[in-house]
């Protein structure tokens, strides 16, 4: 059954939460069913980073004709840098039926909605907001207005959270990424994603009440 | 983390869907996390069945005396008799924190939804139209006005399909259990059902800001 289409799935969540590594063990545990979105940058690339890996590192001139030919889903400006999700990569493995992971901020996943409404929405949480305070105050020994900033960061992004679909809690990596892999699965089931399914079965059933 | 009240779910289906054997399934294997709402009727009980099992049998007075008190989620009358939910059963079980299993028809399922907004409603069906037709069709034993009435009312409950949340195709009754389970789990967090969490997490952050 279903339609073959694959599944736009955006993860947030505070920093700290281990998103890469949910990620990581998403891909690792389901080739064949997740692609990970790689983001174009203008920024330069940092020691170990590879191109095509954890960016496309190109210039700003090539982004700025990215942007006025449409060719990226959402993007932002970050101090000097863009950052943005290529169009094409996307589109393409959607419809080979595989799941597409961006792993972006709260704005560019409410950009990301609004272009693709079935876009599933999660966001990812420590279990509890002591652990998160935790995460967030580090060992205390960080200077005052680096903890100021993560707060702030992290007050903005709470207030966010109402607008995903789903809130995933990361105690362990490895089960978290199975709760993910199993709301996933779900969502396959949702009878808006299975709309030529439910439209086979009706035509059927019209053409038998006729015969 | 999470909220602790339980999920409202109906399950619907075509007739043969087997949807009585899944809810079988599902409380046996997990019988500390669900209940099924039994119903109330005024229709005599058949051989075999046991008041407060298959139904609550009650007298129409009865029932009619609970319409009036609004101690029926949602009721409906077929032919001579009267069929409906009992609220006090259900409420109950979801503050114990356990999914409650509405078995229900469509009509039903959209009284329950508009009356509790948060319901999950789950439609079961064949794996096919063709599975799906066999299983109306019968082996072309039956008289042509039994298989009429059976594809009219197949019709109706398709063009209601949309309405649900979820199809889960019913290919093997194990397997069909076990994703019905993994659905209702993901529906667990989602966020609509984990706002004390969210609103615990907004609060300490906005204190620890301010500190």
Redesign the interface.
Known sequence: ?GDSRGILIVVSGFSGAGKGTLMKALLKNYPEQYALSISATTRQPREGEVDGREYFFITKEEFEKMIAEGELIEYARYVENYYGTPRAYVEQKLEEGKDVILEIEIQGAMKVKTAFPETLLM?V?P????E??RR??GRGTEPEDVI?SR??R??EE??G?????????NDNVENCAE?MH??I???H????R?ME??E???Q???R??GE
Not at 127 to 130: F, N, R, S
Not at 161 to 169: A, F
Not at 189 to 192: G, I
């Open positions: 059954m966001f949480t279990p509890t907001a002591g998160l305070k967030l105050m100021d707060l702030r992290a007050a709470a207030d959270m109402d607008q995903y679909d789903y809130l995933v809690v709760e199993g709301i699965q779900g969502e089931r949702r009878c808006f299975n399914f439910m086979r079965i009706k059927d059933l019209q038998l009440k």
